[in-house]
């Protein structure tokens, strides 16, 4: 549920992110999401989000950076 990646949790937040990574390619339909938790405030939801792009689409990594 990609509702998670919308929680003002940040724990929770970025444990929806660790997650949703586990899927990889599975997960692309979060990719758009993923791209924009990279300019968040918090740098470990920034971190989760830069792991998991790499797990779901190592290509939208790479053109996030």
Do not use: C, H, W, Y
């Amino acid at each position: 549920d990609l509702d998670s990646l919308t929680d003002t949790d940040v724990r929770m937040l970025a444990e929806s992110i660790m997650a949703l990574g586990q899927f990889g390619p599975d997960a692309k339909p979060a990719i758009p999401l993923l791209t924009n938790l990279l300019r968040a405030p918090n740098p470990n939801v920034r971190l989760e989000a830069t792991n998991a792009l790499k797990l779901i689409d190592s290509a939208a990594a790479a053109q996030a950076d």
